[in-house]
């Protein structure tokens, strides 16, 4: 995958994706691979907001079912189907434990039946069936959690994927199906022909020029900086997002089997820990965010909430501070739905498209991107009357996942991810591209040396890699600080 500025500048293209989560990289890919001539830009990397700071599972959204929202989970779960089967390599199966105990919001009754609902909307896309756990069985499968008021439980199964790798390899899947991609291209405003869109005014934030990209239609799928776009293209328009904040957890590794779910005491809300890599994801929060999308961060609160709630199951494991490695934190793009509780606020997906043309992308789940992107580039297709389309393939062909990179050779990882992945910051490769920010390290053991090889290989000036290094080691800095 090439950074092609020269591409962005000459090319009229058919459509114009901005914002390189899971969504916009989704969308260029289908896009691309139907047979439009399509760009897709990000002002900063790859998977850089909430499509890389997730609870990292692919699920149907058991919580949903107090909403009655059964036409969300369904479609959710038939993706989560359509993902494990073409995405083997960054989706898979992980099983799930509810334990149930006295006093929580939710009764061993109606947990057991939501999962049997949750099953059958699964139908033939159901991994395998769940199964009601008693007290003792629930202990012999987790002994670790206390089994004080315990009542019962049910396991059942839904799917994990590594969310970073999933939304790159759909840009680098783009980008093979031939469509002009780059990263740190931010859109600064729009050019518009008799009141209708026709491209975007964007700056190359790597050397500071600004040139135009022309397209028939432009997308708007920039997450939580949706708002942004929106308010440039009609600037008395109402907000079509409610961004709200979700925080995790990098844990040491809890002596857990399975993934586990939870219902919060203080708030009645669902929350996960769940076993990642060699430590222990816990999350998620959900508040309302009005500050900057660009400075998303966990707050002391948010980390008590978690380790109090965390606390209470596993009194035996002295749950503190002290066992973070790190947290992260994300924006969800919700719904601009106002009156109700964050986490109540509908996780469906809309499309929008104003006055002037910009098809703007509200809300949605991770684990219905792909559906989101064959319905919005439906549409798109649409518009193009009497021009011959590819069939969209993406339920039957999955992203190109990532090719062998040196495993163990700081250097191999380091130039494949700057030839082939197009890291151009020290940030973009330490925490994305090898995810070295979420181990014990941080990968502060490793930044000065890769910060000089990643000079040689862009190079750049001293000062340039003085630069990126203080780049990342605020970025941990701002991670971390919530630990004081």
Not at 206 to 232: C, D, H, M, P
Not at 343 to 364: D, N, P
Not at 377 to 399: H, M, Y
Not at 422 to 448: C, F, H, I, K
Request: charged share 25%; proline share 4%.
């Amino acid at each position: 995958m090439k950074r092609d500025i020269a591409g962005l500048k000459a090319g009229q293209f058919d459509l114009l994706v901005i914002g390189g989560g899971i969504n916009g990289c989704a969308i260029a890919r289908d896009a691309s691979l139907r047979g439009l001539k399509t760009a897709l830009i990000e002002k900063d990397d790859f998977a850089c907001g909430a499509s890389g700071k997730s609870t990292k599972i692919i699920h149907g959204g058991i919580r949903y079912l107090e909403q009655f929202n059964l036409n969300l989970i369904y479609e959710a779960l038939h993706e989560r189907g359509t993902l494990l089967r073409t995405a083997p390599g960054m989706v898979w199966p992980l099983e799930f434990i509810i334990p149930v105990y006295k006093g929580d919001p939710r009764p061993l009754i109606m947990m057991r039946t939501g999962v049997f609902i949750y099953d059958l909307l699964a139908g033939r896309s159901n991994i395998h069936c769940h199964r009601p756990l008693n007290k003792s069985e629930l202990t012999l499968f987790e002994p670790s959690i206390t089994p004080k008021g315990l009542r019962g439980g049910v396991m059942y199964c839904d799917a994990q994927m590594d969310d970073i790798r999933l939304c790159l390899d759909n840009a680098i899947s783009a980008f093979q199906a031939g469509c002009c991609v780059a990263n740190k291209v931010e859109a600064e405003g729009f050019v518009k022909r008799e009141g209708r869109v026709g491209g975007v005014e964007v700056k190359d934030t790597l050397t500071g020029e600004k040139f135009t990209i022309r397209a028939q239609y432009v997308v708007n799928s920039t997450g939580a900086w949706s708002n942004r776009l929106v308010w440039a293209d009609e600037p008395h328009a109402p907000a079509i997002t409610r961004p709200t904040k979700g925080i995790h957890l990098i844990y040491k590794k809890l002596p857990i089997t399975r993934a586990m779910l939870f219902s919060a005491r203080k708030d009645k809300r669902i929350f996960f820990a769940i076993p990642w890599r060699d430590y222990t994801l816990i999350g998620t929060t959900d508040t309302d965010f009005d500050g900057s999308p660009d400075e998303v961060y966990a707050e002391r609160s948010d980390v008590e909430y978690l380790l109090d709630e965390i606390r209470r199951v596993f009194p035996d494991e002295n749950i503190s501070k002290e066992g973070v490695i790190t947290t992260y934190a994300g924006l969800r793009p919700l719904m601009n739905t106002q009156g109700i509780a964050p986490w109540k606020v509908s996780r469906e997906h809309f499309i929008k498209e104003s006055g002037s043309g910009l098809i703007s992308v509200v809300g949605g789940k991770y684990t219905t991107y792909r559906r989101l992107a064959q319905q919005l580039v439906d549409l798109v297709i649409r518009k193009f009357e009497g021009r011959a389309f590819k069939p969209c393939e993406t339920a039957v062909q999955g992203p190109s996942p990532a090719k062998t990179k040196g495993e163990g050779d700081l250097r191999a990882q380091m130039e494949y991810a700057v030839n082939h992945e197009m890291a151009v910051s020290l940030t973009d490769l330490l925490a994305r591209r090898l995810q070295l920010s979420m181990t014990p390290s941080r990968g502060l053991d490793v930044y000065e040396e890769a910060g000089r090889i990643m000079g040689e290989l862009l190079n750049w000036s001293a000062s340039q890699v003085e630069y990126e290094i203080q780049a990342y080691k605020y970025e941990i800095r701002r991670n971390t600080e919530c630990l004081t």
